[in-house]
């Protein structure tokens, strides 16, 4: 099960996931790791485990469109059965979306369907809501708005700011990712692009 991580950020989903098929608690294998930012964390990583690594700017390329199209062509050409995006920072459109339709899946660090976009600590704070969490959901075009594979969830405590909130969140978002990702391997969830399967029920 072949797949390809999209990151923008410091790469911990990323390491999740090589720490879990390095345990062979997970059994795929990363086939690449795409990124729009060469100085990224997660690029750094996957140079640090021997992955290939692929990192395109947005700078060099004349439109969104062009950038998506040479990014995922770059992700074609690894021949992933799954494109994982944990902390891609960019908007993806639809034609790059469509070449990978209900094979994709992305990790938000909300509650989803609330919160999409970014500063989701911050927001739930202001909210002055009792929980919080993560959710693992197939990728549409609309952001962070396709259906849902799973959530984690997290009591919100008296003193929490948006740094401690996420730093708890973290190792959560970690264990989904891989629960997520393991059920898809596994064959147990198919992602479609108006709902998720699992066992082959609807969720
Ligand atoms: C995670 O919080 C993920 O949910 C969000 O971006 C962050 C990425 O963190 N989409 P990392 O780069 O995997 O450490």
Not at 91 to 117: D, T, V
Request: proline content about 5%; some cysteine.
């Amino acid at each position: 099960f072949r797949i390809a991580v999209l990151a923008s950020g410091r790469g911990s989903n990323l390491q999740a996931l090589i720490d879990a098929i390095g345990a062979g608690r997970l059994d795929a294998r990363i086939a690449g790791v795409f990124s729009d930012k060469p100085d990224s964390g997660a690029i750094a990583l996957a140079r640090q485990h021997g992955l290939p690594a692929v990192a395109r700017s947005p700078r060099d390329h004349a439109s969104r469109a062009a950038h998506d199209e040479a990014l995922f062509s770059e992700i074609e050409g690894v021949q992933p059965d799954l494109i994982v995006c944990a902390g891609y920072m960019r908007i993806i459109g639809e034609a790059a979306l469509r070449r990978f339709e209900e094979r994709m899946i992305n990790i938000h660090p909300s509650l989803l369907p609330k919160y999409p976009g970014l500063d989701t600590h911050a927001r739930v704070l202001a909210a002055g809501d009792p929980e919080h969490g993560a959710s693992v959901h197939a990728v549409i075009p609309a952001l962070d708005a396709g259906p849902l594979l799973a959530q984690t969830r997290l009591s919100v405590a008296a003193g929490d700011d948006a740094q401690s909130l996420s730093r708890r969140l973290l190792p959560r978002e970690h264990a989904l990712l891989v629960a997520s990702v393991d059920l898809l391997a596994r064959g147990r969830v198919r992602l479609r692009s108006d709902h998720v399967e699992l066992d082959g029920r609807r969720l």
